[in-house]
């Protein structure tokens, strides 16, 4: 049992870390031919590529599983099949599958793991529980308050609310305010503070994994873009002022690691920079663009696929080679 949960998280952090380079790696391509609301969908394939541990595995001589042979490393100690040597000789299960160590090594695996997602897991939850706490409820319940100088933004995975400053009338203009609103309204349709959740888990899981503290970070750019397209979509006109609003009011903000804020801690300057050229893109690209990221991301996770050692007894096709190695002791003879 505790193999084979050690083996199936080995696995799911090599499938992930295929599916999040992939995405990294086509991100700019996508903003520019698809558009950011495209680039922020492909998101969902890293979570989605999990589906692959479902698949049959790949085979050892697939040239993709070769292109991927750095992390695409055998699972953990089980019954291990060995190449065996002469006709037809069958194999018995590795004796390292029968000695206690294997499980001691899982163990010794889990245990850290266990204790980095509890950490960093606790560790969010405070953060957003502090800054639940320093939200000022409104009689009616909507909007809800936080004081001033914070940034407007939205919070609650089921049932998003929105979050207002007290200076929000008096620091913002009128038109100011109204695309501040328009692009919250964004955050709460699209349930971005649930995807917050989801993508937060999927970090505690990976805490040990440099990739994932870059995807998460980039993917909550990407989202912060991606409203920003569909704001200016419909307000086409107006993203100069925009562009002026975020290159104004960006500063670093410690908020509620699933909440969506405005600007939040996303740097404004790479929103400004999509704001001047491709933002919306072609929306002839944005299908075919997506499918092709989705068929790289699902190839490069099945190929990163760890192969899991088969049990049982193994027969090796006649004339295959067979390195053992022998101690032999002083005295004793030698037999073939």
Known sequence: MIDAIASFLFSAACVLAAAMLTVLALRRAMHRFAGAEVAHTAWLLVPLSLLVLALPQPPADDPARQAFSLIALPAAPGLRAAAAGGSGVPMA????????????SSVSLLVPWALGTLALGGWMWRRHRRYLGGLLPRPDGWPWRIGAGGQPGVFGALRPRLVLPLDFKSRFEVDDRRLILAHERVHARRCDPLWNLLAAALLAAQWFNPLAWWAHAVFRRDQEISCDAAVLRRRPRQASRYARLLARDAQSAAGSPVASHWPGRHPAVERVAMLRGHLLGRAVWRLPVLVAVAAGAFGAAH?????DAPGGVVEAPAGAPFPMPLRVEAGAPVRP
Do not use: L
């Open 93 to 104: 299960p590795d004796a390292a599958a029968a000695d206690p160590g294997s499980r001691v």
């Open 303 to 307: 190929a990163a696929r760890p192969v």
